[in-house]
């Protein structure tokens, strides 16, 4: 028996003087630390918990700015059952580059980029057993602009494996619980029941002006891939299969009623279609009217240039073309409709928080975890390119880049000793941050760079004391 109070005091001992000198160091900045997750326990930002009653609304407010308000009866546990005891809400905010690099959080959205405004996590729970929020409930986040004035969107955080994370905005989180058994590009994945052979269970009623209509080429000519219009930096191909181009109306009577129109035609010296013919080999029988709106559509087209092909336009040659439906959804509108139905929620925070809510961007939320205020960066027609890093002890180093243009964050690949940051746009300035530890102390790298340069050596690691480390971070906001 006394061995054995022996043990549990020198645990205890041990554990007090341990929580004390982790205590003592984010106080004094200036004690020596003994490895980098020592630092990351350091520098990563506090978790503040709260007590909250299950029948009661609640507000609260971050140390760092974040308001949450909590209605009246929220939450339940994953089986369904309501809680009766009180509920821990435990909240966490990521504001600073600091707070990103030291919580190990990048913002990327499947392959592409984010803007932030900052990252909280929210978790609730009562004895450590986690609780959801219910269906049809919402909390509603208000995050403090600090000055930013963009329009901003909700993210949530989605685990695409053990190791990989990503962001998914809270209108399309609905796509990530789909049972899918391959990963598809979460910002680009357009879902119709049609094509995947199941049934979606959507977040909301989808009614009809929820999508918009347009065309798929059916039937062409090989050379109409290659042959631009006149005047444009485009084929017909593309022309017809862009919605603005379209009259949705008839799009949308080729998609009710299954419609399918193939011409054989010829083009005249001005590169306009002409001498049109329904195709009769592959053995359909046309609808009139289908005829009569896919031969509209492209007796309007512009003319083909016939400069832009080696072979050019030969008039004695018939040419093929043709047109079935296609139906995608507006997200725009989507994500309009998803969070009107969050909005008396909304409401009802504004007046709680803060009647001059032009100071937070407020988001009603149904997921608890970690949650981003971000938008999409608007460079999707950027040339990529893979930007590559080299550093001593690049597995011993953690490295990040940061964009000049934007609160960016990005964290890169191993890849046969260096460190690789995939897909980024060319042209962009950026700064190169590595984070070390040598001889007891905690040493920083930072460089600067161009996302063309196609490898980039972070050299010149500096030691710094704690402060110093968090003040040269926070510079580079």
């Known amino acids: 028996m006394t061995r054995n109070i022996k043990l549990i005091l020198g645990i205890l001992i041990t554990s ?85 690099i030291f919580e190990n959080l990048q913002t990327i959205s499947g392959e592409r980029i984010l803007e932030t405004n900052g990252m909280i996590y929210v978790n609730a729970e009562v004895e450590g057993k986690k609780l959801t929020v219910k269906k049809d409930k919402a909390f509603v986040v208000g995050f403090p602009k600090n000055g930013l004035d963009k329009k901003m969107d909700l993210f949530y955080e989605f685990k695409l494996n053990d190791s990989i994370k990503t962001w998914v905005p ?15 590009e979460l910002d680009t994945l357009n879902l119709i029941e049609d094509d995947i052979g199941y049934q979606i269970e959507y ?27 006149l005047g444009r930096d485009e084929t017909i191909v593309e022309y017809i299969e862009n919605k603005k181009n379209v009259d949705s109306i008839g799009a949308m009577l080729f998609y009710k009623n299954n419609w399918r129109a193939d011409f054989d035609f010829n083009i005249d010296k001005k590169g306009k279609m002409f001498n049109f013919k329904p195709n009769k080999d592959i053995g359909i029988k046309y609808n009139k009217e289908a005829l009569k709106i896919a031969k509209k559509l492209f007796k309007s087209a512009p003319a083909f240039d016939s400069k832009s092909h080696k072979e050019g336009i030969k008039d004695d040659w018939e040419y093929t073309l043709g047109i079935t439906s296609s139906r995608s959804i507006n997200w725009n509108r989507f994500k309009q409709k998803f969070r009107n139905q969050y909005s008396n929620y909304k409401k009802t925070a504004i007046q709680k928080i803060d009647p001059n809510a032009l100071e937070y961007y407020m988001f009603s939320a149904t997921e608890m975890g970690w949650i981003n205020c971000d938008k999409f960066w608007d460079i999707e027609d950027s040339e990529k390119t893979d930007f590559i890093v080299k550093t001593n002890n690049p597995s011993k180093t953690k490295i990040q880049i940061i964009f ?34 040598s001889n007891g102390k905690p040493t920083l790298a930072v460089g600067e760079s161009m996302t063309d340069s196609k490898e980039f050596e972070l050299k010149e690691f500096k030691e710094f004391t704690l402060d110093q480390l968090e003040t040269e971070l926070n510079k580079l906001n």
Do not use: H
Not at 172 to 183: A, N, R, Y
Not at 203 to 209: A, L, Q, V
Not at 418 to 429: A, M, Q, S, T
């Open 16 to 100: 007090m003087l341990f929580t004390n000198c982790s205590s003592d160091k984010k106080k004094n900045r200036n004690i020596p630390v003994n490895s980098i997750s020592e630092i990351k326990s350091i520098l990563s930002p506090t978790t503040e918990n709260f007590e909250i009653k299950v029948n009661e609304e609640t507000i609260l407010k971050g140390k760092k700015g974040t308001s949450i308000y909590i209605p009246a009866n929220a939450f339940q546990f994953e089986d369904g059952t309501e809680p009766k005891e009180s509920i821990t809400i435990e909240l966490k905010e990521c504001f600073s580059l600091t707070d990103m």
């Open 170 to 184: 809270d209108y399309k989180f609905f796509e990530t619980k789909s049972p899918q058994e391959t990963v598809v």
């Open 203 to 229: 977040p909301i009623e989808m009614t009809e002006d929820l999508y918009d209509y347009g065309y798929w080429i059916s039937l062409r000519t090989a050379t109409f891939d290659e042959i631009k219009l």
């Open 404 to 437: 000049k243009d934007i609160k960016s964050i990005m964290t890169g690949t191993y890849d046969n000793g260096v460190l690789v940051f995939k897909n980024i746009p060319k042209g962009k300035e950026i700064k190169v941050i590595g984070i070390s530890y």
